[in-house]
């Protein structure tokens, strides 16, 4: 089972909907988990940090579910720009060293 | 802001030469990366360093080798280009891993080996 998972997609969605991308992850000790984006041929961006609690920053939310071990993304009023991959990274422990692993990363496509 | 800055951006080799990829960084970060992705495919880690003088291999460092002989560059040597070297290359610097920071990226360096 690979460490960090993803659904490649890609995810076909109408302008305006609302869509959502979950990642999981196998190291109950992991510690820390982040989004990014990235656009075809470019560097990875940061697009959030993923908090126990939940946390939103405008149009996106991300949740941590460490009872089921998996993040998620949700988007609301998707926009054209929207269209990309989306990366999950978690940050985990393993024989006394952190490791930064990412996932494979989910295709978005916002249709117009 | 300069933040992570990779040379060069492109690059074609024939098999068998050899380069050098450099990655510095100007945000004082202890940990540097280096990433090859393929078409279609995630990131795959060659190498990273935790600090200064310190290298350690990651995922795919067959083919590769690194310096980081000052805090700010990260050296990424081909010794023998091969076709199957062909990708593109991302350097990223994280300021360290126990806080939770995220990694940043360089824009990438384009190598095609003919």
């Known amino acids: 089972r690979k460490e960090v998972e993803q659904d490649p997609g890609p995810f076909n969605v109408p302008e305006g909907a609302t869509v959502a991308f979950n990642c999981t992850y196998s190291?109950?000790?992991?510690?820390?988990f982040f989004w990014y984006r990235q656009d075809c041929r470019k560097e990875p961006k940061l697009l959030m940090s993923?908090?126990?609690s939940g946390n939103e920053d405008g149009r996106f939310t991300a949740q941590l579910n460490r009872a089921s071990q998996y993040i998620s993304l949700l988007i609301r009023d998707s926009k054209l720009s929207d269209s990309a991959t989306y990366l999950c990274?978690?940050?985990?422990?393993?024989?006394?060293?952190?490791?930064?692993?990412f996932g494979t990363g989910t295709r978005l496509k916002v249709l117009a | 802001n300069a933040g992570v800055t990779q040379t060069p951006k492109f690059r074609v080799l024939k098999t068998g030469q050899s380069m050098t990829l450099l990655c510095a960084q100007d945000?004082?970060?202890?940990?540097m990366y280096w990433y090859r992705q393929d078409p279609g495919m995630g990131l795959r880690l060659i190498h990273y360093?935790?600090?200064?003088?310190?290298?350690a291999k990651g995922e795919v460092p067959d083919g590769y080798n690194v310096s980081r002989l000052k805090k700010q560059n990260f050296l990424l040597g081909l010794e023998s280009a091969a076709p199957s070297q062909t990708s593109v290359y991302f350097c990223a610097s994280m300021g360290g891993l126990s806080s939770g920071q995220p990694q940043h990226f360089g824009d990438g360096t384009r190598l095609s080996i003919l």
């Open positions: 945000m004082n970060h202890e940990y």
């Open positions: 190291n109950s000790a992991s510690q820390s």
């Open positions: 990274v978690v940050i985990s422990l393993t024989s006394g060293t952190y490791k930064y692993i």
């Open positions: 993923v908090y126990s």
């Open positions: 360093s935790v600090g200064e003088g310190t290298t």
